[in-house]
Every structure is written in C-alpha cells, then in structure tokens.
T-cell receptor, first 108, second 120 residues
Framework: DIQMTQSPSTLSASVGDRVTITCRAS??????LAWYQHRPGKAPKLLIYKASNLESGVPSRFSGSGSGTEFTLTISSLQPDDFATYYCQHYNNDLFYTFGQGTKLEIK | EVQLVESGGGLVQPGGSLRLSCVASGFIFSDYYMDWVRQAPGKRLEWVGR??????????EYAASVKGRFTISRDDSNNSLYLQMDSLKTDDTAVYYC???WGSGLIDYWGQGTLVTVSS
C-alpha cells in the first residue's frame, strides 16, 4: 500500500501569512494527488486535484505543486476562514485511496 | 448545489447493528459511484467501501477491515445511499462520511458526517 505522510502535523500562523504544507508518498504517484480542507463539523472540501489543478470556486490564494513523491499545498495569504485541517489524498482508478494524517492550521 | 446529508449515527453496543443513510441532492445521483469514508478519533481518514452505478451493475467493494460485516446499498429513486453495519466492534467508532466520486477515483463532494460510537 502507498503511504502518505504530511508535515507538519500542526502549523501556527497569522492572518496574511504565507504557509506551505508538504505531503510525501511512499512511492511515486505521478500527479494523482488531491488536497482537502476540513473545518470542524463541516463537510471536507476539495481544493486541489491532480496535484496542481484548482477546483472551481476555490480562491486563487490556494495552490498545489509537485509530482512523483513530494507535493506541496501553499496558501499565499491566510484568511480567517483558512484555519482548518488539511489532508492530502492519493487517488486513482484503483480500488481504494489513502490519506495523509492531516495538518492542523491554527491561529498564532 | 451538491449536498450530501448523512444520518443514522449513534451509540451502539459491540456486536450490534446500525444503518446509516445519506441523502443526495443537486446532481443526478444515479450517474455516480458513491463511497463511505470514516475517521476514527485521532486517526486518519479511511476508505470503507464503494458502490458503483447501475451501468456497472451496482458493484460493491469493501475495505478488508469491514468486509463481511458492512453492506453498502443505494436507492436511486430516492437519491439515497446506505451503509448497513453489523457485528460492530469498538474499532468501528468513527465519524462516517458519504462521498461522491468523480473520474479517476477523486472525491469531489463529501457529506458533513455522522458519528457512530460502539461502546458497552
């Protein structure tokens, strides 16, 4: 099974900061990677798919990059609504997919 | 607007059963594969199972951890997805999400989740 590892597990930042979250795969996954935002009590929300494609309606301050085994999610200027937990996910047409353990973005 | 709304969670004893429901709206439910995903306390998200659409004979697939105990079904006439959970274990305690799949196995929409607690 492909393992997904995110870092850091927790990140403290302020409104207006630029932050980067990293996701590493245990083997190459090409660009089959998605990023989700999850606020407590809400439905997780798709932000990025195919490593770097911004989902429709997602603000342009979110961006994704990477291929193979290393990927990043960057938020260029943090807004109050961005404080949440972020997950990366390896997906493809195979039977099931795997998630990173999550990165909790907290207000400093 | 796509919406997925789960219900049916609660407290159940080990060995018991529970049936979760997910009502979909805002899209043609019958056209999509649907998944159940769960998150146990302090753990990462875990795929539970999948049901394909009518064109693929409503084929179901399950994670090894729930195979033989959980059953996924759907009622396209009522835009509803179900998860029948039998022989529940304490390890099944989690928030359960229904999710819509879009091309290449990508989840593009999730419900807000329903909490299942298995405890004596």
């Amino acid at each position: 099974d492909i393992q997904m590892t995110q870092s850091p597990s927790t990140l403290s930042a302020s409104v207006g900061d630029r932050v980067t979250i990293t996701c590493r795969a245990s083997q190459s996954i090409n660009t089959w990677l998605a990023w989700y935002q999850h606020r407590p009590g809400k439905a997780p929300k798709l932000l990025i798919y195919k490593a770097s494609n911004l989902e429709s309606g997602v603000p342009s301050r979110f961006s994704g990059s990477g291929s193979g085994t290393e990927f990043t999610l960057t938020i260029s200027s943090l807004q109050p609504d961005d404080f949440a937990t972020y997950y990366c996910q390896h997906y493809n047409n195979d039977l099931f997919y795997t998630f990173g353990q999550g990165t909790k973005l907290e207000i400093k | 607007e796509v919406q997925l709304v789960e219900s049916g969670g609660g407290l159940v004893q080990p060995g018991g059963s529970l049936r979760l429901s997910c009502v979909a709206s805002g899209f043609i439910f019958s056209d999509y594969y649907m998944d159940w995903v769960r998150q146990a306390p302090g753990k990462r998200l875990e795929w539970v199972g999948r049901i394909k659409e009518r064109a693929h004979s409503y084929t179901t697939e399950y994670a090894a951890s729930v195979k033989g105990r959980f059953t996924i079904s759907r009622d396209d006439s009522n835009n509803s997805l179900y998860l029948q959970m039998d022989s529940l274990k304490t390890d099944d305690t989690a928030v359960y999400y229904c999710a819509r799949l879009w091309g290449s196995g990508l989840i593009d929409y999730w419900g807000q989740g329903t909490l299942v607690t298995v405890s004596s």
